[in-house]
């Protein structure tokens, strides 16, 4: 296994540091604190091809492999956690999962819009009583003579607020399937969500469904299989999303940390030249480099469309977003008062990390699925 960059992914890279350092990083603690990303960024994150950028050149995405499209994720997160969120949503787990189960005629209808980020996508799974518990969902679907008509109530729904199209994952007659919801179809209704902890710039909403009708044309994946075609793919595409943006907060808060103990002075000397200080620094960069490794194989097995990338991506999520969070929570202890502050980017740094634990499947979820894998077979995580 040959896990070191591409001359064109490490060219990639590079063009992906340059846009977060011009037109992203200056700007994140503002969307912070506004609550929303502008539509100036959304519109150069599709000009650029960040909206599709796994997508085939054929309906104008720019055609990445998975290792390059970590390395986005990776850049994109270590600048602003909210627009990486807008990144795996749309891209990660709307169009590369209707890339694989759409029919001909939504993918020639969605994907050109998704590439180019004409249009917004929004996964709608998550409800007030099921957040995991993926079986529990209570959205119903009823097939009528032309179509189908939903009900229910979708929750913490990232982009919400602005997505154009939604997909819906409803119980029914034959069991759990996913839809395919334009957002100006009569019953749906919108309600934005405010107050949460991190990524407060990805526009949450609470998507509610009132006997909003849709064309059968519109059903997602075969009927009664919305668990083990949508659901888990779309979820697989996401945490990989996810590790590589913890990968991202991570990195960043490691070298604003060095970069403040080579400056910063405690009793008579530089904080870099306390041997705690450099516990902390050492053990960082440790896990950060553990992190990015465990990124970089399931990308890698990923692009090989390995069927052991689905549980090195599980493993790289886990580890990644709670690296995050404890590097982060180093990070602000680092700082000291200043971290708390919201002057600098540790304190949202520390919110956002949090999130990630959480998000695709929280590290709960992802301790059963590594450990029943490993269970049935070791060599397949090893």
């Known amino acids: 296994m040959n896990l070191a960059l591409t001359d064109t992914q490490q060219a990639l890279r590079?063009?992906?540091?340059?846009?977060?350092?011009?037109?992203?990083?200056?700007?994140?603690?503002?969307?912070?604190?506004?609550?929303?990303?502008?539509?100036?960024?959304?519109?150069?994150?599709?000009?650029?091809?960040?909206?599709?950028?796994?997508?085939?050149?054929?309906?104008?995405?720019?055609?990445?492999?998975?290792?390059?499209y970590g390395l986005l994720n990776e850049e994109i997160g270590y600048a602003?956690?909210?627009?990486?969120?807008?990144?795996?949503?749309?891209?990660?787990?709307?169009?590369?999962?209707?890339?694989?189960?759409?029919?001909?005629?939504?993918?020639?209808?969605?994907?050109?819009?998704?590439?180019?980020?004409?249009?917004?996508?929004?996964?709608?799974?998550?409800?007030?009583?099921?957040?995991?518990?993926?079986?529990?969902?209570?959205?119903?679907?009823?097939?009528?003579?032309?179509?189908y008509t939903l009900n229910g109530v979708k929750k913490w729904i990232t982009f919400a607020q602005t997505a154009h199209l939604?997909?819906?994952?409803?119980?029914?007659?034959?069991?759990?399937?996913?839809?395919?919801?334009?957002?100006?179809?009569?019953?749906l209704t919108v309600k934005p969500l405010e107050g949460i902890l991190g990524t407060r710039a990805s526009m949450l909403g609470e998507i509610h469904l009132d006997n909003c009708h849709i064309p059968a044309e519109n059903l997602f994946g075969r009927k009664g299989w919305g668990l083990q075609q949508i659901v888990n793919t779309a979820l697989d595409n996401g945490r990989y999303s996810v590790a590589c943006g913890s990968l991202g907060i991570a990195r960043a808060c490691l070298e604003d940390s060095i970069r403040y103990a080579k400056n910063r002075r405690s009793f008579g000397q530089l904080l870099k030249d306390h041997q705690l200080i450099?516990?902390?620094?050492?053990?960082?960069?440790?896990?950060?480099?553990?992190?990015?490794?465990?990124?970089?194989?399931?990308?890698?097995?990923?692009?090989?469309?390995?069927?052991?990338?689905?549980?090195?991506?599980?493993?790289?999520?886990?580890?990644?977003?709670r690296m995050a969070n404890n590097i982060a929570a180093e990070a602000v202890q680092l700082h000291g008062a200043l971290g708390c502050h919201d002057s600098i980017s540790i304190q949202r740094y520390f919110r956002d990390a949090?999130?990630?634990?959480?998000?695709?499947?929280?590290?709960e979820i992802q301790q059963i699925l590594i450990a029943d894998h490993s269970i049935a077979g070791l060599s397949t995580i090893l």
């Open 14 to 68: 590079e063009e992906f540091r340059s846009f977060v350092q011009t037109d992203l990083l200056p700007y994140a603690n503002d969307y912070d604190k506004q609550g929303f990303i502008p539509m100036e960024l959304i519109q150069k994150l599709g000009a650029r091809g960040y909206l599709g950028a796994t997508l085939p050149e054929a309906y104008g995405g720019r055609n990445m492999d998975q290792v390059s």
């Open 80 to 147: 602003c956690s909210s627009t990486r969120s807008l990144i795996t949503v749309h891209s990660s787990l709307t169009a590369e999962t209707l890339l694989r189960w759409g029919t001909r005629e939504q993918k020639d209808k969605w994907l050109p819009l998704l590439a180019t980020g004409t249009s917004l996508a929004a996964f709608g799974l998550s409800e007030p009583d099921a957040g995991s518990d993926t079986a529990g969902i209570k959205t119903t679907y009823q097939a009528t003579a032309d179509g």
């Open 166 to 187: 939604f997909v819906i994952v409803a119980q029914g007659e034959q069991g759990i399937t996913a839809f395919l919801v334009e957002r100006d179809t009569p019953g």
């Open 278 to 321: 450099k516990q902390k620094i050492a053990n960082m960069v440790t896990e950060v480099k553990a992190a990015s490794l465990l990124c970089r194989n399931a990308g890698y097995l990923r692009d090989k469309k390995d069927p052991d990338s689905i549980i090195q991506t599980s493993l790289a999520k886990y580890h990644a977003s």
């Open 354 to 363: 949090k999130v990630m634990e959480i998000i695709e499947g929280s590290s």
